[in-house]
């Protein structure tokens, strides 16, 4: 099994930066995929970015790209998500999700480890 833990969420202004981590524990994922989704309030969830840990592809979501940015520690086996340019319609629960293959999904069902979420809210 594979554990995640989030971490780095809190309350911020429209337009700040937050980093988010994703800690994972357990089986080696280096040939994991794994990826943030987020769920706002009274929505679905929603894929955010995702990047091959065996080769640091990256995929972005269309309302994030030009303003988030995944990157991977292999050293820490922890990843990141660096938000710019906040909005509140960033405002969400944000999970880090990994799948046992090497390449990555933007179905949030396609995930099969979850953390237990970290909250972001973007006041204006």
């Known amino acids: 099994q594979v554990q995640l833990a989030e971490s780095g969420g809190g309350l911020v202004q429209a337009g700040g930066s937050l980093r988010l981590s994703c800690a994972a524990s357990?089986?080696?994922?280096?040939?994991?995929?794994r990826a943030w989704i987020r769920q706002g309030p009274g929505k679905a969830r929603e894929f955010v970015a995702a990047?091959?840990?065996?080769?640091?592809?990256?995929l972005y979501g269309d309302s994030v790209k030009g303003r988030f940015t995944i990157s991977r520690d292999n050293a820490k086996n922890t990843m990141y998500l660096q938000m710019d340019s906040l909005k509140p319609e960033d405002t969400a629960v944000y999970y880090c999700?990994?799948?046992?293959?090497?390449?990555?999904?933007?179905?949030?069902?396609?995930?099969?480890?979850w953390g237990q979420g970290t909250q972001v809210i973007v006041f204006s």
């Open positions: 990047i091959q840990w065996s080769d640091g592809n990256t």
């Open positions: 999700a990994g799948r046992p293959l090497m390449v990555v999904s933007t179905s949030p069902t396609n995930y099969d480890y």
């Open positions: 357990g089986r080696p994922v280096s040939r994991y995929a």
